[in-house]
C-alpha cells in the first residue's frame, strides 16, 4: 500500500464509497439506504475527499469478519484497482477487528461514517469547547479500537482519521488515552460550571433564550445571520458552522431575547458525538422555545425531520415548546408546497425574506410575551399605572372618565410575580389570582 511521509502534500483521498443494508435498517422508518449514501457522499467531499465511486450490498446481517460478505470485498477491491483508490470509506460504523481485516484484504486506508463525521469535526471546531469536544469524540471512538487500527497508527501522511488528537496521541497506549479522556471531561465540567452560571443570570434577569435547531444544511445559521446581522459562516454544505453562536434578538416590543444556532444534526449521529457535546446541546433543554428549521425543498423534508425528532428526544429537549419553520420556500417546486402543513405550530418562511422574518419575530414575541390582556385602572393608581408600563408593552391605552383602559402584553413569568396586585383591575373573568406568586389562567 502506498504511504506518505512527511511533507508540504499531502496524498489527496480518493474513495470508493461502500453501504451495507440490512432488513433491521429498512424497517427504521426514518433510515434510507439511497439517501444515507448520498448524504456520505456529501460528508466525504465536505471533508475534502474526491469520491470515485459507490458498492451497495443488501444483506441478512453482517458479517463479523469482514463487514460485508466476501464476495462483496472482493468486488469492491477490484473498483478499487480500477479507479487507483487509496481509501475506503463505509457508511456504517465497523469495529476494529473488521478494520484490520479489510486493510490487509484491501490495501487501503478505511474510515467508517463515524471517523468521517468526527473528522469535519474537527476542521470546523474553531472554539476552546468546541475542540476539546470532538477530540473526546474521537479518543473514545478510537479507545476501544486500538488493536484494530492496523497501518492507521502508523499513517504519517495526514488526511482523515489523522485530524484532532493528532498523530502522536493515536499512537499512545490505552492508559494514556484513558487519563487524556479523564482530563478532558474535567475541562468540559468547567466550561458546563460557566454555562450554567450564565444561564442562571438569565433566568434571574427574565431574558427568554430561543434555541435554533434543526438538520444540517437547513438554514439554521443563515437564519440567525438574518435575524441578528451575526457575522456567522454561512455556506451551502454540511455541517458549515459547528460551534453554537448566541446573539441577542430586539423584539417590536422592545424586549430583548438571547438566540442560539446550534449544531446541525443528521441521520446516524454517531452517539459519542452526541455525548461529547450534550453539554452544549443542553441550551435546547434549556431553551424556551425551540426554532426547528427544515429544508422544505429538499425531497427528504419527512425523513429529515424525523431525525431531528429523534436527537431532541434523546436529548430530552421533545416536551419542549416549538415552532417548526418550513425554511427555503423560495426553492420549493408548487408540488412540494402543497405538502407543507399550514395548521398547527408551523411557518412557512424563506430566511431571505424581511416580511417572512418580521412575521416570525412577532409569533416568537407572542409566544414568549403570552396574549394581552384588558386592564381598567383608577386614573389616581399611578403606581399601579406605572407598574403597567415596567413590566408589559402597552399596546393600547384611553381615558374613560375617571379610569385608564389598558390593553396591555406581559411577561409570563413577570405576570406570575405581580398578578396578585392586578387582579382587581383586569376586565378578563376568566384570570384567578390564588396566592402571591400562583396565578391560574
Not at 476542521?123 to 479507545?143: C, D, F, N, P
Not at 499512537?171 to 444561564?199: A, G, V
Not at 441577542?248 to 431575547?257: V, Y
Amino acid at each position: 500500500m502506498k504511504t506518505t511521509t512527511h511533507s508540504n502534500e499531502i496524498e489527496k483521498e480518493r474513495a470508493i464509497l461502500m453501504s451495507l443494508v440490512t432488513p433491521q435498517q429498512k424497517r427504521e422508518q426514518s433510515y434510507s439506504a439511497e439517501y444515507s449514501l448520498e448524504e456520505l457522499v456529501s460528508l466525504a467531499e465536505t471533508a475534502g475527499v474526491e469520491v470515485l465511486a459507490s458498492l451497495s450490498q443488501n444483506k441478512e446481517k453482517i458479517d463479523s469478519k469482514w463487514f460485508v460478505g466476501k464476495g462483496k470485498a472482493a468486488e469492491l477491491k477490484e473498483l478499487i484497482d480500477e479507479h487507483g483508490a487509496n481509501t475506503a470509506i463505509f457508511d456504517q460504523e465497523l469495529s476494529g477487528a473488521q478494520v484490520r481485516n479489510l486493510e490487509e484484504f484491501l490495501d487501503v486506508k478505511i474510515i467508517d461514517r463515524t471517523q468521517l463525521i468526527l473528522d469535519i469535526f474537527a476542521q470546523r471546531a474553531k472554539t476552546r469547547e468546541g475542540i476539546i469536544q470532538v477530540e473526546l469524540a474521537q479518543l473514545s471512538y478510537l479507545l476501544p479500537r486500538l488493536s484494530g487500527q492496523g497501518s492507521n497508527l502508523s499513517r504519517l501522511g495526514g488526511g482523515i482519521g489523522t485530524r484532532g488528537p493528532g498523530e502522536s496521541k493515536l499512537e499512545t497506549d490505552r492508559r494514556h488515552i484513558r487519563d487524556r479522556i479523564d482530563e478532558l471531561h474535567q475541562q468540559l465540567q468547567e466550561f458546563n460550571k460557566h454555562r450554567s452560571l450564565h444561564r442562571e443570570r438569565r433566568k434571574k434577569s427574565g431574558v427568554f433564550q430561543v434555541a435554533i435547531a434543526g438538520y444540517t444544511n437547513a438554514g439554521k445559521s443563515t437564519l440567525l445571520r438574518q435575524l441578528t446581522g451575526a457575522d456567522v459562516y454561512v455556506e451551502n454544505q454540511l455541517f458549515a458552522t459547528l460551534d453554537p453562536m448566541s446573539r441577542m434578538l430586539k423584539l417590536q416590543g422592545g424586549k430583548e431575547i438571547i438566540l442560539t444556532d446550534t449544531v446541525g444534526f443528521i441521520q446516524n449521529l454517531p452517539h459519542k458525538l452526541v455525548a461529547a457535546f450534550r453539554a452544549t446541546l443542553e441550551e435546547v433543554c434549556e431553551a424556551d422555545l425551540i426554532l426547528h428549521v427544515v429544508d422544505s425543498s429538499s425531497d427528504m423534508m419527512e425523513t429529515q425531520m424525523r431525525v431531528v425528532a429523534q436527537v431532541l428526544e434523546e436529548l430530552g429537549a421533545h416536551g419542549q415548546a416549538q415552532i417548526t419553520l418550513f425554511n427555503k420556500i423560495d426553492q420549493c417546486t408548487p408540488e412540494q408546497l402543497q405538502l407543507l402543513s399550514t395548521e398547527g405550530d408551523f411557518m412557512r418562511i424563506s430566511a431571505y425574506n424581511d416580511n417572512d422574518l418580521a412575521m416570525l419575530c412577532d409569533e416568537i414575541e407572542s409566544r414568549l410575551m403570552g396574549d394581552s390582556i384588558a386592564f381598567r385602572i383608577p386614573a389616581e393608581k399611578g403606581d399601579i399605572i406605572s407598574l403597567m408600563y415596567r413590566v408589559g408593552e402597552v399596546l393600547e391605552n384611553e381615558v374613560d372618565g375617571s379610569d385608564m383602559l389598558f390593553q396591555v402584553r406581559i411577561d409570563k413569568h413577570e405576570y406570575e410575580k405581580i398578578g396578585h396586585l392586578l387582579a382587581s383591575y383586569t376586565l378578563d373573568a376568566d384570570l384567578v389570582v390564588k396566592g402571591e406568586n400562583d396565578l391560574y389562567v
